[in-house]
């Protein structure tokens, strides 16, 4: 009996300490788990900095583009937010390409609005501003 409990925590330990030695093996994949724990809390900005350098570690990590794109969503800095979730599309398995897609094409169209309400008159609020262009 003393002989399995022994053996069992033996392969317990090897256990544990392989599943942490994964991490070490795929690049990016701590940096990457530190801006998705930020990015789960709320903290955006932060979070922009560690998915950055997952896929700096890691240039094929196609889920650090896509939370990179999502964090800049967040944030609503939509021009930012395009070159990592186009790059996440390329990096996509098939079936989660049309997520990534509907993402784009928010960002996209999110990007024009800002740029055309950017150049009015701020003087004027904003429905005055829409009673003319209609």
């Known amino acids: 009996m003393k002989n399995r409990a022994i053996v069992f925590l033996m392969f317990a330990t090897f256990f544990v300490s392989s599943c942490a030695a994964l991490g070490r093996f795929n690049p990016g994949h701590a940096s990457f788990e530190r801006g998705l724990a930020l990015f789960n809390q709320g903290h955006f900005s932060e ?30 800095k939509w021009r930012a937010a395009l070159p990592p979730l186009r790059t996440a599309f390329r990096l996509s398995p098939r ?5 990534i ?6 960002a996209t169209f999110a990007a024009a609005l800002n740029d055309f309400n950017l150049g009015g008159d701020r003087s004027r609020p904003e429905p005055e501003r829409l009673k003319e262009l209609l």
Do not use: C, H, K, W
């Open 101 to 106: 897609m509907n993402l784009i094409v928010d």
């Open 95 to 99: 079936d989660a390409q049309q997520e």
């Open 47 to 76: 979070s922009v900095t560690y998915f950055e350098r997952a896929t700096r570690e890691n240039p094929e990590f196609g889920e650090a583009y896509f939370y990179l794109g999502r964090a800049y969503v967040s944030q609503s």
